[in-house]
């Protein structure tokens, strides 16, 4: 889970968030929520340096641009720089795929961006779960959640320490 549609309420709103070890951000675009790895395709500087903010996908060290679909719109002196268009250079940034249930955002990266041979998606392999999407691999426990965390709900934190050993504490 990235965070909660509430973060980003307005448009252009994003927030920054970890998936898999790897910086990630997710940024609204109107009615839709997209989700990027938060790294600039020109020199792999990081386009999103706070927790979390508003306005364009801009890269503050060269000034990149890109829209919702990660694609380098804006480069300055493209043509003198590299003889082609943005649109000809053909850059983007890697995406990660969004799905919500309620105000719950969820992110994963795409199976093509996880491994380099051929994946495995067999039904016992561990990559299986990419065929599904998030209210099939949620199965019963979708409409649950969505009812918790439907829009208008005060989403609200707790946390408690429990003395236990490495066992799961029930
Ligand atoms: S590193 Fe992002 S624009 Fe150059």
Redesign the pocket.
């Known amino acids: 889970m990235l965070g909660l549609s509430t973060d980003i309420p307005n448009d252009n709103d994003w927030i920054r968030c970890t998936l898999g070890g790897a910086s990630v951000f997710v940024q609204r675009f109107g009615a839709s929520i997209k989700g990027f790895e938060n790294v ?6 990081p ?1 999103r340096t706070a927790a979390k903010g508003s306005g364009l996908v801009r ?6 641009i890109y829209n919702q679909e990660g694609e380098a719109v804006g480069i300055p002196q493209c043509k003198k720089l590299f003889g082609v268009s943005p649109k000809q250079l053909g850059a983007r940034l890697r995406e990660v795929e969004i799905a919500t249930c309620g105000v719950l955002i969820f992110g994963r990266f795409p199976l093509q961006n996880l491994t380099r041979s051929e994946p495995d998606t067999k039904a016992d392999s561990p990559l299986s779960n990419h065929n599904k999407s998030l209210e099939e691999y949620l199965g019963e426990a979708w409409p649950i959640l969505q009812t918790f965390c439907r829009p208008g709900i005060r989403p609200a934190f707790a946390s408690s320490v429990v003395k236990a050993n490495w066992r799961t504490s029930l």
């Not at 600039?40 to 500087?45: E, L």
């Not at 890269?59 to 990149?64: E, G, P, R, S």
């Open positions: 600039c395709r020109h020199r792999f500087y386009i890269c503050a060290f060269h000034h990149w």
